[in-house]
């Protein structure tokens, strides 16, 4: 069971960042892949989530219209692109394996996790 999270990083307000999961071809080829983050003092929140084959997608209504999740299952990668981005995006992302194949929106709904990528964004 392994995923990778990349892509994290420093950032200036209305800027991008392309994030990447890498996991596994036996873990997730056929289970969605979600992205959540936890700023610091803060619960962690669902971020979005895409489906087995990338054909059904979920976002938090905070980043709907800024964040586009994709996935590449040849290479077995999911890549949240976060565009537009604002000081409050500043947290640490973990991507996850859902126990079913569709985008699941509830922590609780995901088997594996990944280690985090820092994002920060500075005003």
């Known amino acids: 069971v392994q995923l990778q999270a990349s892509g994290g990083g420093l950032v200036q307000a209305g800027g991008s960042l392309r994030l990447s999961c890498a996991a596994s071809k036996r873990t997730s080829s056929n289970n969605g892949v979600g992205w959540f983050r936890q700023a610091p003092g803060k619960e962690r929140e669902f971020v979005a989530a895409v489906s087995w084959n990338g054909g059904d997608t979920r976002y938090a209504d905070s980043e709907r219209g800024r964040f586009t999740i994709s996935r590449d299952r040849a290479r077995n990668t999911v890549s949240p692109q976060m565009n537009g981005l604002k000081p409050e995006d500043t947290a640490v992302y973990y991507c996850?394996?859902?126990?079913?194949?569709?985008?699941?929106?509830?922590?609780?709904?995901?088997?594996?996790w990944g280690q985090g990528t820092l994002v920060t964004v500075s005003s």
């Open positions: 996850a394996t859902a126990r079913s194949s569709s985008p699941a929106t509830f922590s609780d709904q995901y088997a594996y």
